[in-house]
């Protein structure tokens, strides 16, 4: 049973999902002159959405020091945030209207146990550009 399909035909009708471009990061390689530049793997467009953040995750963040204009989304897979033992982390979702957000933690995840359907995750996003 995939839940977010299940849950996201009553929630649509109030806050639409929109389509969105994912780019996982793959790390980084280095310039000419040794900066780091971050790498990503090919973009992908995925549904999303986008919902403004609540109490609980504002809590979860507070310790974050993040600064800017900041939403969730809830996007059907896997989405990481930050993980500095596996070198992952800053993805990218880029929005309908251009604008640019940076994956910063994943507030909520669910993996089903066997493979044979996909999960969900709700990150927080920070804005990178205004378009």
């Known amino acids: 049973m995939n839940l977010m399909t ?4 009553i929630v649509s009708a109030i806050n639409p999902m929109v389509s969105c471009i994912l780019q ?3 790390g980084y390689t280095k310039s000419p002159d040794f900066k780091q530049v971050p790498s990503y ?3 992908v467009t995925v549904q999303g959405q986008v919902q403004s953040l609540q ?3 504002l809590l979860q963040i507070e310790g974050l020091n993040l600064q800017g204009t900041r939403r969730a989304i809830y996007l059907q897979g896997d989405v990481e945030g930050l993980v500095r033992p596996d070198s992952k982390g800053g993805d990218l979702i880029t929005m ?4 640019v957000w940076l994956v910063a933690i994943v507030l909520e995840n669910w993996n089903p146990l066997d493979n044979s359907q996909s999960g969900w995750v709700k990150v927080c ?3 990178q550009n205004k378009s």
Request: aromatic share 4%.
């Open 41 to 43: 793997a090919d973009p």
């Open 96 to 99: 309908p209207d251009g604008t």
């Open 125 to 127: 996003v920070t804005l």
């Open 55 to 57: 109490y609980r995750d």
């Open 24 to 26: 996982v990061s793959t």
């Open 6 to 9: 299940l849950t996201s035909g």
